[in-house]
Each structure stands twice: as structure tokens, then as C-alpha cells.
């Protein structure tokens, strides 16, 4: 029999989700949803994950679970195809973590690269490194196999995640036997898309920075951060000047998100971004017009999102049951990975009698 298809991904409830996460991964998990390929696909809200750098404010957390599933839903996450399930909720990934933690080594952990950056921005390499941020890859490894998960759509930042993960998978099967499945990562396949960086042209979206534009954000909002702070060329001075297109955020955006559809519709002076770029490139197109086409682009992308999401905020009710309901199908799927990893490590006492069996068998032997 073929290894039935499943995916698991998630995020981190710290914040509404921003257009890098849109190009990044919610668009793709639309497209898998619907592409029929699939047994099983799950959206885990890792609110205990984001626990682990929000200790002192929970309430941060709490107030943004609804946050991102209407982000979900106005993108077109559908729950009649996609399991939606909050991750505190599921006592078998606490389980599943300690366990995984003795199949691992800190200095391991010590050289994830994605955790290594993320210690720097947070400043814990001064204040102190909490035990359970260290320790989240593992929590994540517990996540991804407690779905049962082959397939794990993230950005690439998530690489290590993952790769933690296999070697967990591949040492835990090693020394039980046979029990986990063994993840794969997918990245975007468009390289733009893998890493949008914020208007500003700092490295990534983030709430912080004031960079991001936010799938709820209405029009204004949006034409306020192209025009007022997305960085361009800053030797493209007057319009005839030949302009640079490298480290222009107007060109990475739509490198990410332009199709030749949107030049006939909004700039029919070019068939396509190459023609564009090229014409940038040799002077004489103003950053004024190419960011108007980047909004024209953007809208007709967020306008669909934003119908969505306020049909959604009418209906707060049917957001909290479908969570809930998600929710309680996942505690069913990794109650029984659970189960499963503890019969294969011989610490299911309770799911029969054998281990009294087993003494019984001692005792007699001994008397012999
Ligand atoms: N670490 C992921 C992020 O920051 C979120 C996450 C938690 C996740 N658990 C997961 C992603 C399991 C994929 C699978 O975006």
C-alpha cells in the first residue's frame, strides 16, 4: 500500500499574518488543500511554541488565536478539507517531546542555525536562554510526528526544523523499532517568494520593524506603506536616471507577485516584468509608477481576503467551533501516536495486563 499523504504545518499565534506569510506558505497550503493530493492536511496554531519566547504574556498569545484562523479562513483555508487545531490543546505533543528530548543532544540543539539567529534577536545570549526556546525544535519534531506527517510545507527558515526532526524520526525507529514517519520539507519553489523581506528592505516581515503589510490591512493602510515606505533605488534620483533593480523591494514584490495577466490589465506598456525591468533599468520609468502597479497588483490579490475575512468576523461563533472541533479530532490522531510510541518503547503498562504476567512468569521461574 501506498504511505498515505499527510501534511502538518502551522505558525506561531504571536501576531496577524502578513503578506510574506501569504507568498510564503498560505497561498501554497490553498493549492495543496484543493489539490486533491492529499489523505490528510493539518494547520497546527503553535500557541505553546510561541510560549516559549512569550512566557510573561500569554494574553499576547491568547489574543491572536482568532487572529490567525481569519487569516486562514479569508485565504481560503476550508475546514471541511483542512484540520484546523490549537496546540496546547494536545497533551500527547507534551508526551511526545519528553520523550523525543533524551534522543537528542544539546550540542545538537546548540547548532540549530535558524534558533542560533533567533537567540541573537531576542537578546537571550545576554538575559539567558530559556530551556523550553532552546528546546522547541524538539516540541516541533513531536508536532510533525504526531500528525503522522510525510509531507511539512514551511519556509525556509524551517529547513533545520525539519531536518532535527528526521534525525529524531531515524534515531527513535533505530532504537524501538519501526514506529514514526519520517518527514519531508517543501519550500516554495519561487525563490522570491521563499523570503519576502519587509517594505523597507530588512531582511523579513516583522511586527517590530513596522515593515509588513498585513492581509487585514485595508487599501489605505497599503498604499500608505508602498508609497510612504517601500526602499527603492536610492541613486534613482530624477526619472531619467538609470535605476538599480537589486535590493529594489518594488522589483522583489513583484518578483513574487506579478504574472504577465496583471501587465495587460494595469501597465500595457510592457508584455511582461522583463520588459519592465529593462526599461527601469535604463532610465526614463519613475518609482511612482512602478509602485501604482504594485499596489494594482497587491489589491486584486487582497481584495478577495479582506470580502473573506469580514464574512468571517460576522460570524466569530462558527470561527471558535471550527477550532474547537479541528481541535478535538487532533487530540484523537495524537492520542493514538502516542500510544503507539509508548507500546514501542514497553511503557504502555496499562494498555493490557502483561507486564503483571510478565512478573508472574519471574516469580515462578524463581521458585524453581
Ligand atoms: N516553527 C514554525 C514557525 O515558526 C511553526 C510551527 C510549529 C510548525 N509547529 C510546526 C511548522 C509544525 C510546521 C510544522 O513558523
Given at each position: 500500500m501506498a504511505e498515505k499523504q499527510i501534511i502538518l504545518t502551522g505558525d506561531r499565534p504571536t501576531g496577524r499574518l502578513h503578506l510574506g506569510h501569504y507568498v510564503g506558505s498560505l497561498k501554497r497550503r490553498v493549492?495543496?488543500?484543493?489539490?486533491?493530493?492529499?489523505?490528510e492536511i493539518n494547520i497546527m496554531i503553535a500557541d505553546d511554541q510561541a510560549l516559549t519566547d512569550n512566557a510573561d504574556n500569554p494574553r499576547k498569545i491568547r489574543d491572536n488565536i482568532i487572529n490567525v484562523m481569519l487569516d486562514y479562513l479569508s485565504v481560503g483555508i476550508d475546514p471541511s478539507k483542512t484540520t484546523?487545531?490549537?496546540q496546547s490543546a494536545l497533551p500527547a505533543l507534551h508526551a511526545l517531546t519528553f520523550y523525543y528530548l533524551n534522543l537528542v543532544t544539546t550540542a545538537r540543539l546548540s547548532r540549530n542555525p535558524t534558533v542560533k539567529a533567533e537567540i541573537q534577536m531576542r537578546g537571550f545570549a545576554d538575559e539567558g536562554l530559556p530551556a523550553g526556546?532552546?528546546?522547541?525544535p524538539v516540541s516541533q519534531a513531536a508536532d510533525i510526528t504526531a500528525f503522522n506527517a510525510n509531507v511539512v510545507p514551511v519556509g525556509e527558515d524551517q529547513l533545520p526544523m525539519i531536518e532535527q526532526a528526521r534525525?529524531?524520526?531515524e534515531k527513535f525507529n533505530n532504537v524501538y523499532g519501526e514506529t514514526l514517519v519520517l518527514p519531508k520539507a517543501m519550500i516554495p519553489e519561487n525563490e522570491m517568494q521563499r523570503r519576502l523581506p519587509g517594505v523597507d528592505g530588512k531582511a523579513k516581515?516583522?511586527?517590530s520593524l513596522g515593515n509588513c503589510i498585513y492581509l487585514s490591512d485595508d487599501a489605505k493602510t497599503v498604499k500608505k506603506q508602498v508609497n510612504g515606505k517601500m526602499f527603492t533605488d536610492p541613486l534613482h534620483l530624477k526619472i531619467e536616471d538609470p535605476g538599480h533593480i537589486e535590493g529594489n523591494v518594488v522589483f522583489t514584490y513583484l518578483d513574487a507577485l506579478c504574472t504577465d495577466g496583471h501587465f495587460a490589465e494595469y501597465l500595457p506598456d510592457y508584455a511582461n516584468?522583463?520588459?519592465?525591468?529593462?526599461h527601469y533599468r535604463?532610465?526614463?520609468l519613475g518609482d511612482g509608477t512602478c509602485k501604482k502597479f504594485l499596489i494594482n497588483v497587491m489589491e486584486e490579490m487582497l481584495r478577495p481576503i479582506r470580502a473573506e475575512r469580514a464574512k468571517w468576523e460576522a460570524d466569530i461563533g462558527s470561527v471558535y467551533d471550527i477550532l474547537r472541533e479541528g481541535t478535538a479530532k487532533a487530540v484523537e490522531t495524537t492520542n493514538e501516536t502516542l500510544a503507539r510510541v509508548r507500546k514501542a518503547m514497553r511503557i504502555d503498562y496499562f494498555a493490557d495486563r502483561s507486564i503483571e504476567k510478565e512478573w508472574e512468569a519471574l516469580l515462578k521461574?524463581?521458585?524453581?
Open positions: 493549492e495543496l488543500q484543493n489539490s486533491g493530493m492529499f489523505d484546523i487545531c490549537v526556546f532552546f528546546c522547541y534525525e529524531i524520526v516581515m516583522s511586527k516584468l522583463e520588459e519592465m525591468k529593462a535604463r532610465g526614463g521461574q524463581a521458585k524453581q
